[in-house]
């Protein structure tokens, strides 16, 4: 068989493979936002053409933006026009305006109505750029660079494959690479939905979109666009299959094998079958009267109405591109009494920009972040993409004291045009009499990381060792762009182990924490255990350098090990009397903090000085 089948085999690599066929673009007629007409034979004399396929809302487009501005001025000059489309059957005029207002282009942005010239090229994404020669011959297709994906920012590109194209074309090369997928949104096709169906928008599809994505997909919150109507819905229904296949949407990364939380969003299979049978079956409507009444989401803030709200002294201004540094904010609330706080929000001035936001204490007389009360909590609440507001169960607070002030530590990113932002705290107190145990947030962590260059499984971990029983009430791991998987696991002095919270493909981008459904205790000589695994090597797309040692530190591109976890003392009720020994101990170690110990010592001296002078002068007067 193995001779017969090599002729044929050396005959086929002498037989000419048939050259590719080539695709070319017809002339199309299009309209811009404020109604001008433009044709691709407008452009005659441009040996090059770009066009780009835009839809307003998708986060890529925005943040190719700038990006596009800046090649279309640079090839201008020689001889090279651009042109976007924007082919998604639900953006209006009225989305293009508002986007060339936050993302100005220097060449037209079209609207494609009906798909027709998207068909012509057979455009899937936004964006996805294709290079038109002279002859209006497709030469390239696929992404502008590498510099930015779905869940990726990267601080510079490493290919910039449409600038390469156009590069080859100018010097009369053929594309070297004439082809790179583009990632991105879907490109919304037309579709005439069906009225009824087995499974309709109104009765099935609505309180799935309300209950799993519309916190987030709805005017004025972090997603890029909403899904609160059915004109949303269908609009965006291809890519919901496609996220939702790839488990991307609803974000969420703990393994279902471990641990029960109270914040899960994941859809059950069974909404997912539906979600799929009704993209599948043309997305029908159904019947208005079987729209249910959904209860509405809060306006403004999660939490219940603030009793006080901080926000950073002034706004500060994100630049349209490039990697911004951490931003520190301190802010004096003022408190003249100590304040329990029950429940606190962050709420970002704009959400488009605020990757994440901590808020720690500082005490007055320091310029320190410090620890605070008995557990030593590490900081008060913290605000990221799938981050919850912190409430905590009630009889349970943390403890802000008198004097003490806020510090913002704000990550920023930018969205391709420059943006501003204040960000807020909204605090809710608690009765201070009511409150049976104190919180902390721990953190385990690592400042002596180091991670050699080109790990792909770099293991670090950290223990914690219970001294007191005490109760879990939430996770929140936190790592940079090499993080890989991130683990808890309780060790009890039985000598058993429990896996609490597995985090098998960590997200840089989703900054989850983990409410458990019900409190965990650990009894006292447990161990809680941290373990993290990073990937340094070229085999992770979000590497921002394999060939680094990696250390601990703040920006993206350093790295983080940081444990942290909500806490409380089991038995502890701070209602209670306390014992009169414990009375006495606290009234006694206020009589020695350390200023009044010293004010003690030098009152002593003196007096101890007086006395030997005394005794001195009495001495002399007896001597002859």
Not at 473 to 487: D, I, K
Not at 567 to 581: F, G, Q, R, S, Y
Request: proline share 9%; glycine share 6%.
């Amino acid at each position: 068989m193995f001779f017969l089948y090599l002729p044929l085999h050396l005959m086929s690599l002498l037989t000419p493979l048939p050259e590719p066929t080539e695709q070319r673009i017809d002339d199309f007629k299009l309209r811009d936002a404020r109604g001008q007409v433009h044709r691709l034979e407008d452009y005659h004399s441009s040996n090059l053409v770009v066009v780009v396929f835009l839809g307003v809302d998708c986060p890529l487009a925005r943040m190719y933006g700038p990006r596009l501005a800046e090649l279309a001025r640079e090839y201008e000059r020689r001889g090279v026009a651009f042109l976007a489309l924007d082919a998604n059957q639900h953006d209006t005029p009225s989305d293009l305006l508002r986007y060339l207002r936050d993302h100005p282009l220097p060449f037209p942005l079209l609207k494609d109505v009906g798909n027709v010239v998207a068909d012509q090229f057979g455009a899937e994404r936004n964006p996805e750029a294709f290079v038109l020669d002279a002859q209006r011959v497709v030469r390239y297709r696929g992404r502008i660079d590498d510099q930015y994906t779905p869940g990726l920012q990267k601080s510079a590109p490493a290919r910039r494959d449409l600038a390469e194209a156009l590069e080859d074309l100018l010097v009369g090369k053929m594309v070297r690479q004439a082809h790179c997928p583009a990632s991105g949104c879907r490109i919304s096709r037309v579709n005439k939905p069906k009225k009824q169906g087995a499974i309709a928008y109104c009765r099935d599809i609505a309180p799935i979109l309300h209950k799993h994505c519309q916190a987030c997909h709805r005017a004025g919150e972090i997603a890029p666009f909403a899904l609160t109507s059915f004109e949303d819905a269908v609009g965006w229904a291809e890519t919901i299959r496609e996220v939702v296949t790839e488990g991307r949407m609803p974000p969420w990364h703990a393994d279902p094998r471990y641990g029960k939380f109270a914040n899960d969003p994941s859809l059950t299979e069974r909404e997912k079958q539906k979600l799929f049978a009704w993209i599948e079956s043309g997305c029908p409507r159904g019947e208005e009267a079987d729209l249910p009444q959904l209860p509405p989401f809060p306006s403004g803030w999660s939490i219940p109405a603030p009793d006080e709200v901080v926000s950073m002294p002034r706004p500060f201004t994100v630049p349209a591109e490039g990697i911004i540094d951490y931003q520190y904010f301190v802010v004096d609330p003022g408190f003249t009494e100590d304040k329990w706080i029950q429940a606190a929000e962050v709420r970002p001035g704009n959400r488009a920009v605020v990757h994440h936001c901590n808020i720690f204490l500082q005490p007055p007389g320091s310029d320190d972040i410090q620890f605070q009360g008995e557990l030593g909590s590490y900081c008060l609440v913290a605000a990221a993409p799938g981050t919850p507001p912190l409430r905590l169960p009630e009889g349970m607070a943390k403890r802000v004291p008198a004097g003490w002030r806020f510090v913002f530590v704000l990550h920023y990113t930018a969205v391709g045009s420059e943006q501003t932002d204040r960000t807020s705290l909204g605090l809710k107190f608690a009765d201070p009499h009511a409150v049976k145990k104190e919180a902390a947030t721990e953190l385990m962590f690592d400042l002596d990381l180091r991670i050699p260059p080109g790990a792909s499984a770099h293991r670090v971990s950290q223990t914690w060792q219970v001294n007191r029983d005490v109760l879990l009430l939430a996770f929140f791991p936190h790592m940079h762009l090499r993080g890989r998987s991130f683990r808890y696991e309780a060790f009890y002095p039985d000598g058993s182990r429990e896996i609490l919270l597995d985090v098998p493909h960590y997200d840089f981008n989703w900054q989850h924490r983990y409410e458990l459904a019900e409190p965990k205790r650990l009894p006292a000589g447990s161990r809680l255990c941290c373990t993290a695994v990073y990937d340094n090597s070229v085999n992770n797309p979000a590497n921002p350098d394999p060939s680094a040692e990696v250390r601990a530190g703040l920006q993206s591109w350093d790295e983080m090990f940081n444990g942290y976890f909500d806490v409380v003392l089991a038995d502890e009720d701070l209602t209670l009397p306390k014992p009169a020994l414990v009375r006495a101990w606290q009234s006694l170690h206020l009589f020695f903090r350390p200023m009044i110990a010293v004010l003690f010592v030098c009152i002593g001296g003196v007096y101890l000085t007086r006395r030997r002078l005394a005794e001195l002068l009495h001495v002399n007067e007896k001597q002859p």
